[in-house]
């Protein structure tokens, strides 16, 4: 779908390593975001990106960090990751208007 | 950020007429209203987006009233692959930056 693909499709991680989740792109779009979906809170907003090296915060940012070095990619890491962060990550990019998105396929990740 | 909510589930028959609505009584001039579609262990996916009135295409309706604190998903004559959760999302740029919110979601049921 447009082109976007995430990696890993599953991890288990242990409480406090960094982690790193990958998002690709072949459609050269401007905007990429990192969201997590949690039951009982929807999709919420960690990062997004607006070009490369352009990033800024969203609603759950905390405990996050993002980087884009190429407009194709766009990494997020959990720089310690904790149970809490056990979670499904989506990585999206704008293909319709401001938020018309095409998500990835998502990364489940578990925390230990 | 807006606050939106959304009925937790709904069942329909097959052939039906389906609306589901958002309420988003804070929505901020510049918010535009967008729709998804999310199968089990898929990303969303984008159905539809709206600003004030009415918006159409090949797959569904949105309904948008003058006061804009609610809008309505009309799905015509669902099917059994309707059977999803639906969000709907209230989002803006504001100075560059992203102000998004998620419902937490609407499961549809299609029942034969």
């Known amino acids: 779908d447009a082109g976007i693909t995430q990696s890993p499709r599953h991890k288990v991680t242990e409480t406090g390593t960094p982690v790193t989740l990958r998002c690709h792109q072949t459609e050269n779009h401007r905007y990429m975001y990192w969201y997590r979906q949690d039951p009982g809170h929807g999709l919420r907003l960690i990062h997004y990106s607006y070009g490369v090296k352009d990033t800024d915060k969203g609603e759950v940012s905390d405990g996050y960090s993002v980087s884009r070095s190429k407009t194709e990619d766009f990494l997020l890491t959990l720089e310690s990751a904790t149970s809490s962060q056990t979670s499904v990550y989506f990585c999206?990019?704008?293909?319709?208007?401001?938020?018309?998105?095409?998500f990835g396929s998502g990364t489940r990740l578990t925390v230990v | 950020l807006a606050k939106t909510t959304q009925p937790i589930s709904m069942d329909s028959y097959e052939g039906q007429e389906v609306n589901i609505t958002c309420s988003h009584n804070n929505i901020a001039t510049n918010d535009y209203i967008t729709w998804y579609q999310q199968f089990p262990s898929q990303g969303p996916r984008f159905i539809i987006q709206?600003?004030?009135t009415k918006v159409t295409n090949e797959v569904a309706s949105l309904f948008i009233p003058a006061d804009r604190k609610s809008s309505t998903l009309s799905l015509p004559r669902v099917s059994l692959s309707d059977t999803a959760v639906y969000y709907c999302?209230?989002?803006?740029?504001?100075?560059?930056?992203?102000?998004?919110?998620f419902g937490t979601g609407t499961k549809l049921q299609v029942i034969p």
């Open positions: 709206g600003y004030k």
């Open positions: 999302l209230v989002g803006a740029l504001s100075g560059g930056y992203q102000k998004v919110t």
């Open positions: 999206a990019i704008s293909t319709t208007g401001a938020f018309g998105y095409t």
